[in-house]
């Protein structure tokens, strides 16, 4: 399975961004899915996932403000950021993970927010 993010950009305090990341192969549906993001000096951390069964989480911060979603048809799930603050400045990640503990790894894109 290979990912493919893209969407970020730079965008002003309370502007919105969505990503999107398209998975490659067959077994999208059998994959949960989610965003890590990493910001400079700081580790990766999970910012959002979605079971194959559609059930979601999110870190505490961005509850509220960052919606997760995927389209098994199109074998994409996407991160729609609204209301963003400098602090969610970071390389965001996407990332599957199969039923047999398959790890796979998009490339990162960059989320600048300015204030």
């Known amino acids: 399975v290979q990912l493919q993010a893209s969407g970020g950009g730079l965008v002003q305090a309370g502007g919105s961004l969505r990503l999107s990341c398209v998975a490659s192969?067959?077994?999208?549906?059998?994959?949960?899915v989610g965003w890590y993001r990493q910001a400079p000096g700081q580790q990766r951390e999970l910012v959002a996932f979605i079971t194959r069964d559609s059930s979601t989480t999110y870190l505490d911060s961005v509850k509220g403000r960052f919606t997760i979603s995927r389209d098994n048809l199109k074998a994409t799930f996407y991160l729609q950021m609204d209301g963003l603050k400098s602090e969610d400045t970071a390389v965001y990640y996407c990332h599957g993970e199969g039923p047999r503990g398959g790890s796979y790894w998009g490339q990162g894109t960059q989320v600048t927010v300015s204030s």
């Open positions: 192969g067959s077994i999208f549906n059998s994959l949960g």
